[in-house]
């Protein structure tokens, strides 16, 4: 009985306006954002091919992502060209620094199409799954055969949601093989391994969405009402439990702003090169600033504490959990960020204590991207088990909502 | 007639359940945001106070005595920066940078207008026509002696009022927690500003209550209807929007970033142990060396012999005057222009490449602005930032005012390096007995630009957003025109 239902429900959503519009658009967006993410891949990898054999041995520059066309997060901060010395460390600077309307708006790639707009689908798909076969008037009729209500809503999900992430399967699976064939494209086992958790984690939120939707559709008889719920549900949880979780962690953790620590340090610059001068006649060079160091410890404790009380707030909502999941298999998120920074702070403080040589040789810097095991490891494998219970949570929901609906 | 079909739209909406959760919505969540981001805003002001305090004190202190007498321009939080943050988010990509705002984005009353009341706007319309026909009271409204002009027009009048209903009284709340909290000291031009921005606001929500209008007077159904609306307000707002500066990167890239970098690198490289430039002055420095043994012979030896770091216990202001000492300082000299003269080039190059890199940047910018322009959610986002003086008219004017300090500052330099009688200032040890009268050193001050000049930037996107507007009602007018009411 469960094929029946499945098959009929394909069926109906095959012929559905909703799921043509629904599929065309995904369709285009995703293309979309592919072929201009890999234009903005292909001219950052010209770059760093540029730069690469004019770095000096103190300098350093990462490869960009090959999965930063999917998810670009931030690929081009990580992969700028990175000056280690003893005193300081500084980047070069990024392109997309010098037009401000990358500030203003957000970059179109695959994971924010998802993150944004799929999602958007998913609940309009769902909305009114149920409620709407009430108001058709043929939900009573399924009922009163003998289709257990629990049949029939897995069947509603399952074929509901294999026509919603048939677009995007589909989609990623050519890109993959695009990936494959263009040489720009390094496309190694742990690439793969990433494109396919970074898949599983996009189906995965998807599936979320839609069955919320399946859920609000149980809750009210007419669609309109679950159109409401819906909408207000989807902005609630992709837009303002992220935002005002974001904007709370910054009061909560205290972070002062980037010119207020710039002064600072210029500050305490200059006091220790007075107090350089008025120890020894100020004809040594002043190489340590512990009052510096101790500014910058102070600001970093402060950002930790920043971003880990933004992902704890946030962590309740599957969006924020799915920025994370999907920009830490890219590489491109916070977890490569800081592992990259923490790296290069130890290379330096090596560099300083040894002088700039090991047993006579330099000490050169060295950095690969964390690969799968160690991302799923350091909080990756939590990720998903969270955004796991999410969808068993909402539904459960929904599964009991069903049971009890009224279908008359 | 047509006044009672703007009351009856009006009440239509008001006993409406979209009506209720759009304004729970918009009131709560304007309230939580504007509370947390004036803390944060309050936070950052009493910072900024702090700093420009302790810069004070550091330079009374230290700069009659070091080469730090020019004070850092410190920029004041922009008042309305709490309602809407534009471009003053700190950059992402220094190496020490608080890329958090990046990851988690923060939200204000720009993103609540212009995300959240459009689409609520959609919400209100998107079934003003096609759902009445669906009742089965369009026919019964047309029936009667109203044109379908007069039907319309008052549908969209009894609809917006309801529809700015909420976000009226959200902005109320939020105006009334500002003038409570007492960090947040708004004056006048603050809070006319800030009526200017409502103003805008309300202009642009009310536009997406006619485009839901329009698209349900050219649906059969409401599920159409709704779909469709959907998606021009994800091609407006999310499409269109983000894929301007990707265009704009397309059509004039940025070369001169990786140019500089290389140049950079060159030059580090050239300065290294076997480097061009190394050699190349190595060779220079040899010459004169060679030149000064043969003039002055054992007493340019005895100078060499010195150790680089303890030659200025000779040649100081401090030093007792000695033939040595007048060889050294000319012997340094010397040493200097051959330099200058080697890295002179290279900097001048280094310079036009800047430049070149600042040009491309502003080229680009402005091409990716008018792209997003088509969308009238990127022209509302364009008005509110420069209203608030947090957009990219005020980042211009920033950058004018800070390189015209800078020129001040550097004139004032360069006389009191003169008052030294051309001693170096960068020299300390010279200056520390003999400190300089810095009181007439330039001071940084940044006003907002009077609101009268943001107002008139702001007036083509208020065009761009009014001629939408007209364009929708026409669109829409057509469609119920034609409109099948049976």
């Known amino acids: ?408 | 007639m047509f006044r009672s079909i703007i009351i009856k739209e009006f009440f239509d909406n008001l006993l409406n359940l979209r009506f209720s959760v759009g304004l729970l919505v918009s009131v709560l969540l304007t309230v939580a945001c504007v509370i947390i981001q004036a803390r944060a805003h309050n936070q950052r002001t009493q910072d900024y106070y702090t700093d420009v305090r302790l810069q004070e004190e550091n330079i009374e202190k230290y700069g009659p005595i070091s080469p730090f007498f020019i004070e850092r321009p410190l920029l004041k939080p922009a008042a309305l920066s709490l309602v809407a943050t534009g471009l003053t988010a700190d950059s992402y990509d220094t190496f020490d940078a608080n890329f958090v705002p990046q990851v988690f984005p923060f939200i204000d009353l720009v993103f609540i207008v212009s995300i959240i009341l459009s689409l609520l706007g959609l919400l209100f319309s998107y079934d003003s026509i096609c759902g009445e026909k669906e009742n089965g009271t369009l026919k019964l409204v047309c029936s009667n002696s109203l044109s379908r002009a007069t039907v319309l027009f008052g549908k969209l009048l009894g609809g917006t009022a309801s529809l700015l209903i909420p976000f009226l009284l959200s902005i109320l709340c939020a105006a009334i927690y500002i003038s409570l909290d007492p960090g947040v000291m708004w004056q006048p031009v603050d809070w006319a500003a800030f009526g200017a921005l409502t103003v805008a606001s309300m202009l642009f929500i009310s536009l997406f209550y006619l485009l839901g209008m329009m698209v349900s007077a050219l649906s059969k159904s409401s599920s159409i209807s709704i779909l469709t609306a959907i998606l021009l307000w994800v091609v407006i707002v999310l499409v269109i929007p983000n894929l301007g500066p990707y265009v704009s990167t397309e059509l004039y890239p940025i070369e001169s970033l990786k140019k500089v970098e290389k140049e950079y690198n060159k030059y580090m490289k050239g300065m290294e142990e076997g480097g061009e430039i190394k050699k190349q002055m190595d060779e220079l420095y040899a010459e004169l060396d060679r030149k000064y043994e043969q003039e002055y012979g054992d007493m340019f030896r005895e100078y060499i012999a010195i150790p680089r770091a303890d030659r200025l216990k000779t040649t100081g202001m401090e030093a007792p005057d000695s033939d040595i000492k007048e060889m050294g300082l000319i012997y340094r000299q010397e040493a200097r222009a051959i330099s200058s003269k080697v890295m002179g080039p290279i900097w001048v190059n280094m310079r036009k490449i800047s430049a070149q890199l600042k040009i491309e940047g502003e080229r680009q910018t402005e091409v990716a602005k008018n792209i997003a322009a088509i969308s009238p959610y990127a022209d509302y986002i364009y008005l509110s930032a420069d209203l608030a003086g947090t957009g990219m008219r005020s980042r211009e004017n920033i950058k004018r005012v800070t390189s015209e300090y800078f020129t001040l500052a550097g004139t004032f330099s360069r006389e009191k390096s003169a008052e030294k009688d051309s001693k170096r200032i960068s020299d300390w040890r010279n200056i520390k007995d003999d400190p300089l009268d810095i009181s007439g050193r330039p001071r940084f001050s940044y006003v907002e630009e009077p609101l009268r000049n943001r107002v008139a930037a702001s007036l083509p996107y208020l065009g761009v957003l009014m001629l939408y507007g007209v364009l929708f009602f026409a669109v829409a007018f057509i469609g119920f025109i034609h409109y099948d009411v049976r």
């Open chain 1, 1 to 408: 009985m469960l094929g029946t239902v499945i098959k009929k429900e394909l069926l109906e959503h095959l012929r559905s306006f909703r799921f043509l519009v629904i599929t065309a658009v995904s369709l285009l967006l995703v293309f979309t954002s592919i072929l201009v993410m890999y234009r903005d891949y292909e001219s950052r990898m010209e770059k760093y091919a540029d730069l690469l054999p004019s770095m000096k041995q103190n300098q350093t520059m990462l490869r960009p992502a090959s999965m930063s066309i999917l998810i670009r997060g931030m690929d081009e901060a990580l992969c700028q060209q990175v000056t280690i010395d003893e005193s300081f460390v500084s980047a070069s600077g990024t392109e997309q620094a010098y037009n401000l309307l990358f500030k203003l708006f957000t970059t179109p790639d695959l994971f924010y199409v998802v993150k944004v707009i799929l999602s958007l689908c998913a609940m309009l798909f769902a909305f009114n799954l149920v409620s709407g076969e009430k108001e058709a008037r043929t939900l009573a009729l399924a009922v009163s055969n003998n289709v257990s209500r629990s049949k029939l809503l897995i069947g509603k999900w399952i074929s509901g949601l294999a026509c919603l992430i048939l677009s995007l399967v589909i989609a990623v699976l050519i890109t993959a093989i695009i990936f494959n064939m263009s040489p720009n494209i390094q496309m190694d086992a742990q690439n793969w391994l990433k494109l396919a958790m970074v898949l599983v984690s996009s189906v995965l939120y998807l599936a979320f969405f839609f069955t919320l939707g399946l859920l609000v559709s149980c809750i009210n008889a007419r669609s309109s009402s679950a159109l409401v719920i819906s909408l207000f549900l989807w902005v609630l949880l992709v837009f303002i439990i992220p935002g005002l979780g974001g904007l709370a962690a910054s009061r909560l953790a205290n972070t002062q702003s980037a010119q207020t620590l710039r002064i600072r340090q210029h500050m305490a610059r200059v006091e220790r090169l007075q107090q350089g001068i008025e120890e020894d006649g100020g004809y040594g060079r002043v190489t340590d600033f512990p009052e510096i160091d101790k500014q910058l410890a102070d600001s970093r404790a402060r950002f930790e504490r920043q971003l880990t009380l933004s992902k704890a707030i946030t962590r309740i909502s599957p969006t924020a959990v799915y920025t994370q999941l999907a920009s830490d298999f890219a590489g491109t998120g916070v977890l490569e960020r800081q592992q990259y920074k923490k790296t290069i702070l130890n290379h330096q403080l090596v560099y300083k204590q040894s002088g700039g040589e090991d047993g006579g040789k330099p000490v050169v810097f060295t950095y690969k991207r964390m690969p799968v095991a160690e991302i799923l490891a350091s909080g990756g494998l939590v990720n998903l088990l969270v955004i796991l219970l999410q969808n068993l949570v909402v539904f459960a929901a929904a599964y009991v909502l069903f049971l009890r609906y009224d279908v008359r």
